[in-house]
């Protein structure tokens, strides 16, 4: 399967603004990547590097009034549904490595202080390992409603528990904090998710964030919006939690423009026709 990805984001800035970019295609899906037409803003110097998680940084100064910011690429994948290793164990902490410890602390999004009684009152009694987490998406899934008009930026995992109402980030940062509050390590994604193999979705595509637990001694794919195996995912970053990966940070005030997101399976001849238009 080929999958056409990209974005057109457009930022209106008043002054010389530095900005921090997280928007390309994660490392770990570099080598599936048929062609790729990069980030490249004539007479803009950009500084391309990694974070502490691994994650593809750009950095650059936008000069005063409207930077657009393009981006395509033909990304190959399996066409395959994701796993559901329902067998999967949890981890004891003492048998944690070190790197799957700092998935385990509260984060900015996800206060576990907050949660840790809910959340073994919810899933004390659920079988640990790959149960449990299926358990924390499904009732996710069913405790918040999904609405795009409430999105906001300062939502918490406590505060979409109690508020009912959020957006995929905020499904993710609930599963996570549940997850961290019951000793399972979890992360926060975010990337492409078109609608391949399922209904298409009349709203305007997005990027989307979801989230991965860390069972069996292996990182594994949750989606509690959804809550069903998927096809396609393609990830641009990983962090702790929205506050790690944010997409675009402006280090000055920028308004919002345009923004576009494109994730749409396609046929190999027109892969190669897009190759060929970006050559």
């Known amino acids: 399967m080929l999958i056409h990805v990209g974005y057109d984001i457009g930022l209106e800035v008043s ?33 391309r ?29 399996s066409g395959e549904l994701e796993e559901a290793p329902l067998s999967a164990r949890e981890i004891p902490v003492a048998d944690l490595p070190n790197y799957a410890m700092h998935f385990l602390s509260g984060s900015r999004y996800c206060e576990t202080d907050e ?26 899934h069913k405790h918040i409603r999904f609405d795009y008009q409430q999105a906001r930026s300062t939502r918490t995992a406590f505060e979409a528990y109690k508020e009912g109402t959020g957006v995929c980030r905020d499904f993710a940062h609930l599963a996570i904090a549940f997850c961290r509050c019951l000793n399972i390590p979890a992360a926060y994604v975010n990337g492409y998710l078109g609608d391949i193999g399922v209904p298409p979705d009349p709203a305007p595509m997005d990027f989307s964030a979801w989230f991965e637990a860390y069972v069996d001694h292996r990182w594994v794919t949750f989606d ?22 944010a997409m675009v940070t402006s280090f000055g005030q920028h308004y919002l423009a345009e923004f576009k997101v494109i ?17």
């Open 15 to 47: 002054a010389p603004t530095p900005l921090l970019l997280l928007l390309d295609v994660h490392p770990g899906r570099r080598r599936d990547i048929i062609y790729e037409d990069a980030l490249n803003v004539p007479d803009i110097a950009i500084e």
């Open 49 to 77: 590097g990694l974070d502490i998680y691994g994650n593809r940084t750009q950095r650059l100064v936008a000069p005063k009034g409207l930077l657009k910011l393009s981006y395509r690429a033909v990304v190959r994948d």
């Open 115 to 140: 949660l840790t009684q809910i959340a073994w009152q919810l899933f004390g009694n659920v079988p640990p390992g790959y149960a449990r987490v299926k358990a924390i998406c499904d009732f996710v």
């Open 224 to 245: 509690a919006r959804h809550n069903v195996p998927r096809t396609g995912r393609i990830v641009i970053a990983r962090g702790r939690d929205a506050a790690d990966v």
């Open 263 to 279: 994730c749409e399976e396609v046929a190999p001849q027109r892969a190669e026709e897009l190759s060929s238009r970006a050559a």
